[in-house]
């Protein structure tokens, strides 16, 4: 079982960076694939970024390349996500996962953190 809490999230303005933190609890993080999701009002929930086990794979969704970084921190059971350059479309709650697979098939899920980016 994992249990991840998302944070660092809120209102920033266009251009403005963003990092996004999340914390796993439990002493197997090193094995999951983490990955970050969005999900804006009224649209379904979409891939942003996922790494693998050991930091050295990493995957973007085609909205967010070269514009998000994402990294983790295994002794610290920790996954970030670097948002620069935001847009008021990367408005969201930012959900982290859990999962195993690459790619992988998420088991466990945060319970998200608000993003907001004004124009």
């Known amino acids: 079982q994992v249990q991840l809490v998302e944070s660092g999230g809120g209102l920033v303005q266009a251009g403005d960076s963003l990092r996004l933190s999340c914390a796993a609890s439990g002493r197997t993080f090193s094995r999951y694939t983490m990955g970050w999701f969005r999900q804006a009002p009224g649209k379904e929930r979409e891939f942003v970024a996922a790494?693998?086990?050991?930091?050295?794979?990493?995957y973007f969704g085609d909205s967010v390349k070269g514009r998000f970084t994402i990294s983790r921190a295994n002794a610290k059971n920790t996954v970030f996500l670097q948002m620069d350059s935001l847009r008021p479309e990367d408005t969201a709650v930012y959900y982290c996962a859990a999962g195993s697979g690459w790619p992988a098939v998420y088991d466990y899920w945060g319970q998200g953190t608000q993003v907001m980016v004004s124009s």
């Open positions: 790494i693998s086990w050991s930091g050295g794979s990493t």
